[in-house]
Each structure stands twice: as structure tokens, then as C-alpha cells.
Nanobody, 123 residues
Framework: VQLQASGGGLVQAGGSLRLSCEASRIFSGGAIGWFRQAPGSEREFVAAMISGRRAVYADSVKGRFIISNDNAKDTVYLQMNTLKPEDAATYYC???????????????????WGQGTQVTVSS
């Protein structure tokens, strides 16, 4: 399984970006997650879509980020609105099998990872 993340870039605080994660095959019964890591910081969970129906968000992005999927394109999107400087990081998408909710926020649950896409937010 291959994942291709894209859509990062430089944006001013308050602006928006949309990240895309294209999978090499359908994960209809699994989960696609977005994680991020800033320099010197631990990797943290951002959002996940479970079985294409249930969205889960970190508290820090709830109300600002929206995760969605397009099954026809095997792609999961992360719409990021009202970006803050603290959102700056390298964003990674990851995939796992299984439609269960447990540990969906843990990166250790995901065996498949895409390369990162850099998000820079200027203040």
C-alpha cells in the first residue's frame, strides 16, 4: 500500500490549505489518519476518517479542520481553516485496516505511511 500526501505550502495565519492523501488502493473498512510533527516536537494526531464515515479530530483542530474522503479517487482530504502558527508542521497521512475506534489516535496503530507534506504558517 502506498500513500501520497500533497497540498502543503506557505499560508498566512487565518488562511486555509487543503491536504490530500491518495491511497494506492481502497481502505473501505479501515482508517486513514493525519498526523503532524513540528521540529523538536512529538508526532501528534490531527484527524482520522474511519470506514469513510466517522471523523475523529484532535481537540486542537476541532472546528477548524475537516476531514473528508472521495472513495472514487481513493483520496482523503484535510481541509484546514483558520490556520495558526502552531499548526505549522510536517503533515503525514497514514492508513490501517480495521473499522474499530480504539487507538485511532495512536500513530503506532498505522502500518502504512505516506511521505510528509510541509505546512508553514506565517504570523
Amino acid at each position: 500500500v502506498q500513500l501520497q500526501a500533497s497540498g502543503g505550502g506557505l499560508v498566512q495565519a487565518g488562511g486555509s490549505l487543503r491536504l490530500s492523501c491518495e491511497a494506492s488502493r481502497i481502505f473501505s473498512g479501515g482508517a486513514i489518519g493525519w498526523f503532524r510533527q513540528a521540529p523538536g516536537s512529538e508526532r501528534e494526531f490531527v484527524a482520522a476518517m474511519i470506514s469513510g464515515r466517522r471523523a475523529v479530530y484532535a481537540d486542537s483542530v476541532k472546528g477548524r479542520f475537516i476531514i473528508s474522503n472521495d472513495n472514487a479517487k481513493d483520496t482523503v482530504y484535510l481541509q484546514m481553516n483558520t490556520l495558526k502558527p502552531e499548526d505549522a508542521a510536517t503533515y503525514y497521512c497514514a492508513a490501517r485496516q480495521g473499522s474499530y475506534y480504539a487507538r485511532v489516535v495512536s500513530g503506532d496503530e498505522y502500518p502504512y505511511w505516506g511521505q510528509g507534506t510541509q505546512v508553514t504558517v506565517s504570523s
